[in-house]
């Protein structure tokens, strides 16, 4: 696993994301992962998971679907730093994916195949979720054979008890973080209020989040 590609891409003396170093080895029990929600020159789903010491990356440009008939297409990127999954804020336009980044999910998973490797390889990696809004068991499936950088891939839930037909995209629009939506995101941290709204389901981003008594 490497972070060449990551880190060629971006100039770290403009840009708020970690420069990340790649770690030999999974020291961590357990496996993160994390999705955070990106309103680039499109709005997107990075879906990451971390193993042998980087995120794993694809993009979802409809973000993950609880329906287990829903297939979501997601197209792999550069592997990410582990740093990167505590990154929310913005990426300043004229950088590599200049735009708002929210933590939208984020929690641990772990392989329900013997093999990671060879199920990456084969195109085929089934595993389960646990974190804020996606659980249970799910699947990145591979859409052909050999494996190009471009390849397409597909974002799969399995039946089980937390499928459902629920957007939640829509219906969970904020950060696990901040529990902020993109346009508040973007304006804490000096970014392009009217383009992060764009991402920001129109019916929740007029709803103000509701204090606790």
Same mark, same amino acid.
């Given at each position: 696993?490497? &972070?060449?590609?990551? %880190?060629?891409? @971006?100039?770290?003396? @403009? =840009?708020?994301?970690?420069?990340? !170093? /790649? *770690?030999?080895?999974?020291? !961590?029990?357990? &496996?993160?992962? +994390? +999705?955070?929600? *990106? %309103? /680039?020159? *499109?709005?997107?789903?990075?879906? @990451?998971?971390?193993?042998k010491g980087v995120l794993l990356s694809w993009a979802v440009p409809k973000g993950p679907s609880l329906d287990p008939s829903v297939k979501r297409l997601a197209m792999p990127v550069e592997d990410h730093p582990l740093e990167y999954g505590g990154f929310e804020g913005v990426i300043p336009e004229g950088q590599y994916g200049g735009g708002t980044v929210m933590v939208w999910d984020r929690g641990v998973w772990s392989p329900e195949v013997p093999?990671?490797?060879?199920?990456?390889? =084969?195109? %085929?990696? $089934?595993?389960?979720?646990?974190? !804020? $809004?996606?659980r249970g068991s799910w699947a990145l499936v591979r859409t052909a054979i050999g494996g190009s950088p471009r390849t $397409?891939?597909?974002?799969?839930?399995?039946?089980?008890?937390? /499928?459902?037909t629920e957007d939640i995209t829509v219906e969970k629009p904020r950060s696990v973080v901040s529990k902020q939506l993109l346009a508040d995101i973007a304006k804490a941290n000096g970014g392009d209020t009217v383009k992060a709204a764009k991402g920001d389901p129109l019916a929740k981003a007029r709803t103000p989040l509701r204090r606790r008594a």
């Open positions: 696993m490497s &972070l060449t590609k990551y %880190q060629d891409k @971006r100039d770290f003396k @403009r =840009t708020p994301e970690p420069k990340g !170093a /790649a *770690h030999p080895k999974n020291s !961590a029990k357990e &496996l993160s992962f +994390v +999705v955070q929600k *990106h %309103q /680039a020159s *499109h709005l997107h789903y990075d879906f @990451r998971l971390e193993w093999d990671v490797d060879e199920a990456l390889r =084969t195109g %085929q990696l $089934k595993f389960s979720l646990y974190g !804020a $809004k996606l $397409k891939w597909l974002l799969v839930k399995h039946r089980d008890g937390y /499928a459902s």
